[in-house]
C-alpha cells in the first residue's frame, strides 16, 4: 500500500454541503479526471497548487478549510 | 478499473502471451536440431514484433470504445504517471544496454547480443505497464 501523504482534505465534505455535488461535476469544474479527484479525495494523490486553489475556488472557501497538512513527528522527538 | 489501468494490463498480456508463443517457438527448433542463428529467427522475431502490435493496438481501440470519455482526456496526475513510468522503463532499458555492450565487449555471439537488447526492451515495456497500473491503483 503507498504511503498515505500528510496532507488530509475535506472535499467529501464540502461536496455534502454543496448540494452533494458529484465528482464527476467538481472535477469537470476543475478541469481534473473523475480519477484523479476521487485520488484526491481519498488522499492518494496530492495535486498541484494550482488544482487545490481551483478546487477551493469552486467551494468558495479558503484553501486551508479544503486542505490540511500534518506533518508527521521527527523521529527521536517527543510529539 | 479506469481507462489507464486497462491500458496497462493489456500491454501487459500482449507482451507476455507474444513472449510465451516466441519461447516455445525458439525451445521447438531447438528441439528439433536447428541452429539457433539470427537468419533462422527472423522469420520469428518479426512475427514476435507484428503480433504484439497488433494486439497492442486492438487492446486500446476496446479500450477506446468503451472508455471513450476517459481516454480522451488527461490531466495533471496522467502526466506525473507519465514521467515515473519513463523514469522506471528507462532504468530497465539502460541497464540491459550496459548488458548488452558488456556482451559486445566479451565477443558474445551476435543472436544472443540482439536476444539481450530485445528482451531489454521487451521487459522495459513490461516495467512500464506495471509500473503504469500500479501508480493508477495505489497512488502516485
Redesign the interface.
Known sequence: MAKPTAITNQIRTLRFHANEMTQADLARQVGVTRQTLIAIEQGKYSPSLEVAFKIALVFGVPLEEVFQYQPEPERGKPA | M?A?EKSAVSVIAALVVVGVGYIHNVLGMAEAGEALTMASLRGSVIMAVIASVVIIVAGHIAIGIVDFK?ID??????RLITLKVGRNAGAVQGFTLALAILGFLIEMQPVVLFHVVWAGLVISELVGAGSRFML?R???
Open positions: 479506469t489507464g476517459e482526456f488527461t490531466d495533471e496526475r496522467d493508477y495505489r497512488g502516485v
